[in-house]
Structures are given as structure tokens and as C-alpha cells.
């Protein structure tokens, strides 16, 4: 199974299904997630996962681009699910979600260590009808 293959595998288990067993197998134990909002270590991120699984338990990633050199790869990143449980004190609207990101990982002796992950989450509160998206809330 290549990189490309082994990363969306992964994420989809855990995103997607809530099995994290193919996530933990591909992450080193200094993995740290970075973001705007903060860095996360596993612990953390499995928490952040379990959430959003259970509000979005259909939860599915599709890779847009894929570009990889060497110990790097970034990663254009589509996810969509349907809102079928509570989120950010939001009762289930059943409203469908397509969110857009990208990812950079970086790698040590094949285990991801580190990743950058660039999303604007005004896309999912809009698609659940939370935040509108027109001019002035840019």
C-alpha cells in the first residue's frame, strides 16, 4: 500500500468509522497536530476525532491533491458526512457537510511526527447553519 493509500486508509477508519487502530499504527509517539487553534498531541486529537465521529458518523475524506517528497507530504483534502448527532451543543439537523483543508505531515523512520493542518471551520458551522458564509462574515 503506498503513502497516499495508507494515510487516507487511516484517516477514514478513525474520522469516519471510530476505529483507531490503523491511525495509531502510522503515528509516532511525538506526534503532534498543529493548527490555528492549537497543537494537539494524539491524546488529544483521538478526543477532537471521537466528537466529531459521533456528530458525523458517516464522516468520509477524499484526497483532492497528493504531493509527497521524501520525509513530506501535503495533502488537498475534502470531507463530507451528515450532522446526525450533537455538535458544539448543536442538536442533529441531518443537514449534509462538505468541509475543504489541507494537511502537511512530515515523517521520521515512516511514522508521521508531525502534521500542519490549515481548515476554516466557518465551512462546517455554515453547512450547519450556525455561522452564514455572505459578505461581512468573511
Not at 503513502?3 to 471510530?18: D, F, K, S, V
Not at 476525532?49 to 497528493?66: C, G, K, V, Y
Not at 451543543?89 to 443537514?95: C, I, N, S
Amino acid at each position: 500500500m503506498s503513502r497516499q493509500q495508507t494515510i487516507l486508509h487511516a484517516w477514514n477508519r478513525a474520522w469516519g468509522e471510530g476505529y483507531f487502530t490503523a491511525l495509531e499504527q502510522m503515528l509516532s509517539p511525538d506526534y503532534l497536530r498543529r493548527s490555528k487553534s492549537g497543537n494537539e498531541d494524539y491524546p488529544t486529537l483521538r478526543k477532537t476525532i471521537e466528537a466529531m465521529h459521533s456528530a458525523f458518523p458517516d464522516m468520509e475524506t477524499e484526497f483532492l491533491n497528493f504531493l509527497e517528497d521524501g520525509t513530506t507530504a501535503a495533502i488537498h483534502w475534502q470531507t463530507t458526512g451528515t450532522h446526525l448527532g450533537e455538535y458544539m451543543d448543536v442538536p442533529a439537523t441531518g443537514r449534509p457537510i462538505t468541509v475543504t483543508g489541507a494537511s502537511f505531515l512530515r515523517f521520521e523512520n515512516e511514522k508521521l511526527v508531525e502534521e500542519w493542518v490549515v481548515w476554516d471551520p466557518r465551512e462546517l458551522l455554515s453547512a450547519l447553519g450556525i455561522w452564514h458564509l455572505g459578505p461581512g462574515n468573511a
